[in-house]
């Protein structure tokens, strides 16, 4: 089995970017689809990016996703940061029937 | 409007039971794959199980393979999930969550969750 591994937190100003980054550990990560999903606090996921790059309907195009070959990672990126991005950000992935998600990122806009 | 609506949890003593269910609506639940992910107190996501849209195939965590039965009705549209012999780690909030279709674990929607927990 793989692992996902995302920076523990991140923190960015206002209007600024921030791109958070979930590293692969075993095989590449573009063996299959990673999926980023939003948490505010006290609130259920949502999902942000699905199939690396795709966002679903009504998530604003400030949020994009990507993947790396060379540094076996996806990322998500969040350009013109606003207070209510504060949340905590996972990555998803599978393998066969395995999922696993990365232990999240809490990014703090401050 | 998509909506999926948990309910069932609660208090158990270890070794108990409990069954959960997630009523969907606003979209084909018979044509989606469905899934259960939880989250225990102040830590990450953690897949549970999944079931195919239609009801062929169920996969586990290993963590809960051969305590925890999912399994659907999509007559009702509403998603199951059977707990058996509770263990205290089970303790979480259980989301349902909607594949993408022509996936199995592709989340694009998930529920507000409903907490269980297991504790004498």
């Known amino acids: 089995n793989f692992m996902l591994t995302q920076p523990h937190s991140v923190s960015e100003s206002p209007g600024k970017t921030v791109t958070i980054s979930c590293t692969r550990t075993?095989?590449?990560?573009?063996?299959?689809?990673v999926q980023w999903y939003q948490q505010r606090p006290g609130s259920s996921p949502t999902t942000v990016i699905y199939?690396?790059?795709?966002?679903p309907a009504g998530v604003p195009d400030r949020f994009s996703g990507s993947i790396d070959s060379s540094s076996n990672s996806a990322s998500l990126t969040i350009s013109g940061l606003k207070t209510e991005d504060e949340a905590d950000y996972y990555c998803q992935s599978n393998d066969g029937n395995t999922v696993v998600f990365g232990g999240g990122t809490k990014l703090t806009v401050l | 409007e998509v909506q999926l609506l948990e309910s069932g949890g609660g208090l158990v003593h270890p070794g108990g039971s409990l069954r959960l269910s997630c009523a969907a609506s606003?979209?084909?639940?018979?044509?989606?794959?469905m899934s259960w992910v939880r989250q225990a107190p102040l830590k990450g996501l953690e897949w549970v199980s999944a079931i195919s849209y239609s009801d062929d195939y169920t996969y586990y965590a290993d963590s809960v393979r051969g305590r925890f039965t999912i399994s659907r009705a999509n007559s009702k549209n509403t998603l199951y999930l059977q707990m058996n012999s509770l263990r205290a780690e089970d303790t979480a909030v259980y989301y349902c969550?909607?594949?993408?279709?022509?996936?199995?674990?592709?989340?694009?929607?998930w529920g507000r969750g409903a907490l269980v927990t297991v504790s004498s």
């Open positions: 199939e690396d790059n795709q966002r």
């Open positions: 075993s095989d590449t990560i573009a063996r299959n689809y």
């Open positions: 969550a909607k594949a993408v279709v022509g996936s199995t674990y592709i989340f694009d929607f």
């Open positions: 606003g979209f084909t639940f018979s044509s989606h794959a």
